[in-house]
Each structure stands twice: as structure tokens, then as C-alpha cells.
């Protein structure tokens, strides 16, 4: 026990001196890899001191010859500017040399014109004395005397060319007036096409009629109160005829009835989907109709409100004329007068077509369509020549400027020519506009419609705001009214429609 426990103990005691030698020996090497480690940084400095020195020897040297191909460029240029600066100072010495001299010469020159004149000044008096002793009058008396001969010479000379320039202005004038107009007209020749009240739509199947009928008349009653015209399907075949008075209406009304026909679904929901959808349409072009009309006249820079007025001037008609063919018409006209006239063409041709602008208003605002017109263009300031033109047009001031005098004259010439215009129809387009007007003037109207030739008025009012009994007094007040302020024909007819219409949406 005693061998096994002193075994044990050596056993112990060679482990512990194998470790803390072989501690040493670890860290001997250690110490050989830091000197090893800084020895080759030493070398590495040292490789890089020799490099650096290397580089800044190279960069010196590379400096230096630059530096004197630099130098050599600059002493050259100066040579050049020096060789130069001596050629022009020598041409300057030159220069003054001869300016010197004639200078002597001008001195010389002016000298002997100071001594003529002295000379010329001597003899002219001796001969002024000579004249007035011989005449009996001095040099101030005779002046008199010849100023006042000249002066009734040149009065009766200038009298006799005045008046024959005066009757030849007088007997001319006329003639050039005339030449002025006629050389406008023969230069545009605009065409012209007078407003209907009514428009064809057009099928092949004679069947469809049955559809825009529908059952019980159904789909056509819808069609005349959406649309607020009249729809006659008479004996023509494969027709059918849309009558309004109110262009606009018309044409969206035609188009409405060509897209049903089209799509083949007509009921009275797909009615009020496709006015709607023609109704934007129609909006929208008549922002473009407006900018193509500016386009083509030439006109730049004008109020994008107005732009669209001129557009909806194509659904304007004023004595059976179409409102804007006469404002085109107008305003090319007044354009070819300016230009012959010496003024502003451009601004001749914009006055002109603004000149019935208010036009486009007077289904909205009350009032002349020259006030309304005039108002408009100088709130969105329009040129004063502009204004002018709209006043002047119908008397309301006199022309200022060349340009308002050509709206005039191509404004009457628009309007006077033979078949241009129809005044019963425009009598009888007023009447059947204060109709409506008399109709929406009445408090819970949605819409009002004059049909049937102005011999019915179709009155569409809000269900919530009228009752029945309320739209039975409001047909008898319409009626009374109509008839205490229209003059017409025969009888008209005034249907109140009240319609409650409900909408829920199954999601």
C-alpha cells in the first residue's frame, strides 16, 4: 500500500514538472515570434521609407520637366504677344501721325471758310444796301412784304388742292367702301345651312319602332321625358323623327336614340344609362369644339371658360342661323376687313368671335346677351377692343378702333344676307323659351320641357317637395301664368308629373 500511494505521489509530481516545462518551452517560442514579428515590420518600414523616397524623387522629377515645358509654352506666348503689342504700336504711331496731319489740314480748311465767309458776308451787305436804296425799303420791310405774298399763294394753292382732294375723298368713298366689302365676302366664302327643329333617326328593321314604343307606350314616354323632346313615329319607314326646339336637347336626344337602337336593349333603365353617358360625351366636346374654333382662327391665350362657351355655341341658334357658323362667319370676315383696313387681324377675328358670346349664357343668366357678353370678357379680361366690339355690334356704343368698325360690318353682312336668317322662327323659339322659363320658375320643378310644337309644356317636379294636391295648383298657376304673359296660338297643354323613385342596392 505504502509502494502503490509513493507511486502515486511521484506519478503526481513528474505531471506537474512535465507541465511547467512545457510552459517554458511555449513561452520561449512565443518570444521567438514577437522578435521574428518585429523584425519584418522593421524591413517593411524600411521597404517603405525607400518607397516614399523613391516616389517623391520620381514625382520631383516628373515635376521639374513639366514645370519647364510649362515655362518654355509661356516665355514663347510672350513673344508672340510682345512681337504683337510692337506691330500694333507701330500701326498706332502710324495712325496718329496721319490723323495729326488731317487735322492740319481741317484747320487749314476751316480757316479759309471763315475768311469766305467773311468775304461773302462783305459783299452781301453792299449789295443789300444797293437794294434798298434803289427800292425804297429796308431789308425787314422787304422780308415782310415777301412772306406775306408767299403766304396768300400757298392759301390759294393749298384751298384749290384741298377741295379737289375733298371731292375726290367725297365721290370715292362709297366706292371704297364697297370695294372693301366685296373683296371680304369673295375672299370667304362660309358656308351656310339653316337650323331645323327636327332630326331623322334612321333603321334598317321596321320592328324597332315597336321597341321604342314598347309596351303600353312605355319606353317612348320614358325617351320624351328623359330627353325633353318630342319622338314622332309617323308613315316614313325605317324612320323615326326627333322635334325640338333646343339644339342641343336635339342632338343628344338623336344620339341617345342611334346608341339604343345600336345596342338593341331599350327599356327605361338603359335609357337614363345612356343619356347620361352621351350627356358627358357631349360635354366634353364641347371644351374641344371650342379649342378647334380658336385653332383655327389662329387665336392664342383666351380664358379656358370662354373656350368652352364658344363651344356650346353650336347648340345656338338665333334666327333659325346657327350661332356659331355666324360667329366663324363673323369673325373671318372682320379679320379680312381689318387686315384691308391696316389693323389687327388677330385681334379683329377674337372680337368677332366673342361679339355674340353672351349668347351662349342667356339660357342662364337674364339679361341682353350683349350686357351678359361684355360682363363676362371683362371679368376674364378681354382686350378693350373686344368690349367695344360687343357694345357696338348693336348700337350700344360707337366703334373706337378699326377692328370693332370690321366686327360691325361683317356682323351685318352675316346677318343680312339673303336667307340667312327666319323671323318666325325665332318668334316662335322665343315664345317656347319663356314658356319653360315661366314653368322652371315655380319652387320643387326639376326640369321643364315645351313639346309637341309649343302646344304642350311637361312639367317634371320633386315628389318630396310637391304633393299631389300642390302639383294640381301648380299646373292651374302655370297655366295662368302662361297665358297672362305669352302671346301663341290655340291652346297649351301643362302636365305636372310627380314620380317617387326608390333605390336599395343586395350586396
Known amino acids: 500500500m505504502e509502494e502503490i500511494l509513493g507511486a502515486f505521489i511521484i506519478s503526481i509530481i ?257 335609357i337614363e344609362e345612356v343619356y347620361q353617358a352621351v350627356k358627358n360625351e357631349f360635354d366634353t366636346g364641347i371644351l374641344k369644339e371650342g379649342e378647334d374654333t380658336i385653332l383655327e382662327l389662329g387665336i392664342k391665350n383666351m380664358h379656358p371658360e370662354l373656350i368652352e362657351l364658344i363651344g356650346r355655341l353650336r347648340y345656338r341658334a338665333s334666327y333659325g342661323q346657327n350661332a356659331l357658323a355666324h360667329t366663324l362667319e363673323v369673325a373671318n370676315l372682320a379679320g379680312l376687313i381689318a387686315s384691308q383696313l391696316g389693323g389687327d387681324t388677330i385681334k379683329a377675328r377674337r372680337a368677332g368671335l366673342l361679339h355674340d358670346i353672351g349668347k351662349a349664357l342667356t339660357h342662364e343668366i337674364k339679361g341682353s346677351h350683349v350686357d351678359i357678353g361684355a360682363d363676362l370678357c371683362k371679368k376674364l379680361g378681354e382686350p378693350e377692343e373686344v368690349i367695344n366690339a360687343i357694345y357696338a355690334h348693336h348700337g350700344y356704343e360707337e366703334a373706337n378702333s378699326v377692328e370693332s368698325a370690321a366686327v360691325c360690318a361683317a356682323d351685318a353682312l352675316s346677318a343680312a344676307r339673303p336667307g340667312a336668317r327666319r323671323e318666325v322662327l325665332e318668334s316662335f323659339l322665343k315664345r317656347v323659351e319663356e314658356i319653360e322659363e315661366i314653368a322652371n320658375s315655380h319652387l320643387g320643378v326639376i326640369n321643364a320641357y315645351a313639346i309637341n310644337a309649343g302646344r304642350e309644356i311637361r312639367v317634371i317636379v320633386n315628389a318630396k317637395l310637391v304633393n299631389d294636391d300642390e302639383a294640381i295648383l301648380m299646373a292651374t298657376k302655370i297655366a295662368q301664368t302662361i297665358e297672362d304673359k305669352v302671346q301663341y296660338p290655340g291652346e297649351i297643354k301643362v302636365n305636372v308629373i310627380r314620380e317617387l323613385r326608390a333605390s336599395g342596392y343586395a350586396r
Do not use: W
Request: net charge positive; proline share 1%; glycine share 4%.
Open 14 to 270: 513528474s505531471a506537474a514538472i512535465g507541465f511547467v516545462i512545457s510552459k517554458k518551452i511555449d513561452s520561449a517560442k512565443f518570444d521567438i515570434y514577437v522578435e521574428q514579428a518585429k523584425a519584418k515590420a522593421k524591413v517593411i518600414e524600411l521597404e517603405a521609407r525607400n518607397l516614399l523616397k523613391d516616389t517623391k524623387l520620381r514625382a520631383k522629377k516628373e515635376f521639374e520637366v513639366e514645370f519647364k515645358e510649362s515655362r518654355r509654352l509661356i516665355e514663347k506666348k510672350e513673344k508672340e504677344l510682345n512681337y504683337y503689342f510692337e506691330i500694333e504700336l507701330e500701326n498706332i504711331k502710324k495712325e496718329k501721325i496721319i490723323v495729326h496731319e488731317d487735322k492740319n489740314k481741317v484747320e487749314a480748311l476751316k480757316k479759309g471758310l471763315e475768311y469766305q465767309e467773311k468775304e461773302y458776308n462783305k459783299k452781301l451787305d453792299k449789295i443789300i444796301k444797293i437794294l434798298e436804296n434803289v427800292s425804297g425799303l429796308t431789308q425787314e420791310e422787304a422780308r415782310e412784304a415777301m412772306i406775306e405774298l408767299v403766304k396768300d399763294e400757298s392759301r390759294d394753292i393749298t384751298a384749290s388742292i384741298f377741295r379737289k382732294f375733298y371731292k375726290e375723298a367725297q365721290k370715292n368713298t362709297r366706292k371704297d367702301v364697297q370695294n372693301i366689302l366685296a373683296q371680304a365676302v369673295t375672299r370667304y366664302a362660309g358656308e351656310f345651312a339653316a337650323e331645323r327643329l327636327t332630326n331623322n333617326v334612321s333603321f334598317k328593321d321596321e320592328e324597332i319602332k315597336g321597341k321604342i314604343i314598347g309596351k303600353e307606350g312605355r319606353n317612348i314616354k320614358a325617351l320624351e321625358m328623359c330627353l325633353g323632346v318630342d319622338i314622332i313615329i309617323g308613315d316614313i319607314p325605317n324612320t323615326i323623327t326627333v322635334s325640338s326646339f333646343n339644339l342641343y336637347r336635339r342632338a343628344i336626344a338623336t344620339r341617345v336614340i342611334e346608341e339604343l337602337i345600336a345596342d338593341g336593349r331599350i327599356q327605361p333603365t338603359r
